[in-house]
């Protein structure tokens, strides 16, 4: 049966639609324009690619293949996407496009990419297309040496090279993507299947509503004051507050950053291999304000597998960047790292420090390069630098307790804590008054008269008491 492949223009009613095709181009901060310009040319090919201003950045049409009738949903990852904003591109993705750009050095995080689309789309069968861009003066085809070993690892990946004359060629090959995920991931019997759930759970919802009437209750969302206050804990004589930081680094140097959590943690004699990535005794920092800081030092740890659970970032106020001198991926996977704490730390004050090891005479990165990076960020945030060597383990302590000061100034003034404290219920001098009076009396306790002894030898038991009572008051 040959397979046919149309793109209806009629409309077509969201309940229509039997199945979903994802695709989503991703890359470095470089190749947005080129990426946003690859999205609507496949969208529709006569576009004109310098109007690009004011389009968005996804597209969505009506493919059917073999007579089935699906959404074609086309979108490029948002680089300048804000921390308060929640934002997971990668989720449910059937075909991944990492483009890189010939011309610089953004050919260097392809893997990265990869790997980041792996972890968060949850399908094990996404398609991946590595897309060298390229202009008509450096008109390349041979295949860079960071492509090839990566097409050894995982065969199933397929290279591309596009520019404006071979814009066709691409859109045919993504075609062939669409056809192949449909005879091989959604067939006709997961298509059905897939209808006949749906169609259930709308029955049983609708029943639902129809029996019970439920009440939902919602709740203003919390700011970034209600967020910071679960690190602080108020006991009698002091306040407790924690502070986490996270250790991060490609996992080439993971032995490096548990080098240095350990000496932060504990001491530096201490053999890191004692301690996973997570599970160090905080350590704490008394200040003459009353106040204790509880500082928690960890790792990320790379050990978790594609698509598990894994939120290292949860309350995280201080990051630690860590990168080795003589392996450049390390140095350039900084910024990667930097915009994934950007994402998923849930405070938006988080401060940075970035550490640097194994220089030498021969080191593949530079001080510019470091400075450079440095200079990436406002003047206002600019993190600390430091070049460690195990000569100088106690200005690096020195380095980080002053880092967890800072952080502890700016997070968690004196006013912020007056505000988070507390307030005791206020009790009137009425009311403690009566609750007073009521102890007194409730005090004297009541004569109790068991059965052996008769109602008239107590009376008699009694006259005797209040005269001997009578009789000591006038002694004295």
Known sequence: MKTTINYPTTVISEKDYEYTIKLLFVGDISTFQQRK?????????????????????????????????????????????GRETSYFPFKGINILCVVFDFSNDSIKNIGNWIEEGKRFSGNKKMNILIIGLYD?????????????????????????????????????????????????????????????????????????????????????????????????????????????????????????????????????????????????PPKLLQLDDGKTLKLRTYVYDHSFRKGASYTPYFNVLGVILCFDYQKSDTFANLMNWYNETLRYCNLKSTHYIIVGFNKSNNSTVTDDDVQGFVNFFPMNKRPRFFYFEESKTHEFDLLFEEFCLEINAMEF????????????????????????????HSC???PQFTSSHKPDESKTLIKQAQYKKEKDCVLF
Request: hydrophobic share 30%.
């Open 37 to 81: 310009s690859l999205l609507w040319q496949t969208y529709k090919r006569n576009l004109n690619s310098q109007n690009l201003s004011n389009l968005p950045l996804q597209t969505s049409s009506t493919i059917e293949i073999n007579g089935r009738i699906g959404k074609l949903i086309c979108s490029t990852y948002d680089n300048f996407v």
């Open 136 to 280: 008509n003066l450096l008109n390349s085809t041979n295949t860079p040496t960071e492509v090839s070993d990566i097409l050894l690892k995982d065969t199933t990946i397929q290279f591309y090279t596009y520019n404006k004359s071979t814009t066709l060629n691409l859109l045919n090959e993504l075609e062939q993507c669409y056809i192949q995920i449909r005879l091989n991931d959604l067939t006709d019997d997961v298509i059905d299947k897939q209808i006949a759930k749906e169609r259930e759970y709308k029955q049983r919802r609708t029943i639902s509503q129809t029996g019970v009437l439920s009440k939902t209750f919602s709740s203003p969302p919390m700011n970034q004051g209600d967020k910071k206050r679960a690190l602080i804990v108020f006991n009698k004589s002091e306040i407790v507050i924690t502070i986490k930081t996270i250790i991060v680094g490609d996992s080439c140097i993971s032995d490096f950053s548990r080098r240095l959590c350990t000496g932060l943690s504990l001491d530096w004699n201490t053999s890191f291999s004692l301690y996973s990535f997570d599970n160090y």
């Open 413 to 440: 003034s004196q006013p912020y804590l007056d505000e988070c404290k507390p307030q005791k219920e206020d009790v009137s001098k009425t009311r403690l008054q009566s609750g007073r009076s009521q102890r007194t």
């Open 444 to 446: 004297a306790p009541t």
